[in-house]
């Protein structure tokens, strides 16, 4: 079964708006979860990882202002898309690893389909 | 940085048919994964590779993580419609940030 739950699945608003996604570990606590946001037809590119009690570290060209992450718990990473734009149309996911686990493969949630008009 | 070189890009296939991709790298990694993702949906970790040269199956699945530690390969056999997706390679690089393959898009036709 699942481990990862991303919600919520799709969200389609107006340019401008504040788009909150969650990403949820199921059963297990995830000190460091991952975000990563896919284009059509493209790979999955990360964005940012999310860490539990701290700062989230965010990769080259990545606006830490535009893409806001925050790791309240052991078990919830929130990314929100602020005045999101047409351009921020994407798909966008997160992952989880077990804890305590060293070489553990990530674990992806569902996805989130973000759509700008 | 690390980066995988996946093919093909696409397959097209009858059902039946075997499947075969391979990944390959310029550098060394300690960890192979394979995944596939779905139409909407998140990546699914099918097998995970972790010894070079280990073979591992996981039912109509078979990946082997090579002995020199820069290329997998992923083989579907007897392959059905279910089998239809994208599947990537992917390999934590030396920040165990997940690095992945450009995709290899399957489709199987009855």
């Known amino acids: 079964g699942a481990v990862v739950s991303q919600h919520p699945s799709r969200v389609i608003c107006k340019s401008g708006t504040s788009v909150k996604i969650e990403c949820r570990s199921l059963d297990f606590q995830a000190t460091t979860m991952f975000w990563y946001r896919q284009f059509p037809k493209q790979s999955l590119m990360l964005m940012a990882t999310?860490?539990?009690?701290?700062?989230?570290?965010?990769e080259q060209g990545v606006e830490k202002d535009k893409f806001l992450i925050n790791h309240a718990s052991l078990t919830l990473s929130t990314l929100t898309v602020t005045s999101a734009h047409p351009e921020d149309s994407s798909f966008y996911i997160c992952s989880a690893i077990f804890p305590d686990s060293p070489n553990q493969p990530q674990h992806f949630g569902d996805g989130t389909r973000l759509s700008i008009l | 940085g690390q980066q995988l070189n996946q093919s093909p890009q696409s397959m097209f296939i009858q059902e039946g048919e075997d499947v075969s991709m391979n990944c390959t790298s310029s550098s060394i990694f300690n960890t192979w994964l394979w995944y596939k993702q779905d139409p909407g949906e998140g990546p699914v970790l099918l097998i995970a590779?972790?010894?070079?040269?280990e073979l591992t199956s996981n039912g109509r699945l078979t990946a082997q993580f090579g002995i020199t530690r820069k290329d997998s390969f992923l083989n579907i056999s007897a392959s059905i419609p279910s089998d239809v997706g994208i599947y990537f390679c992917?390999?934590?690089?030396?920040?165990?940030?997940?690095?992945f393959g450009a995709g290899t898009q399957v489709v199987v036709t009855p």
């Open positions: 999310s860490n539990e009690g701290s700062k989230a570290t965010y």
């Open positions: 590779l972790y010894k070079a040269g």
């Open positions: 992917a390999g934590p690089d030396s920040w165990g940030k997940l690095q």
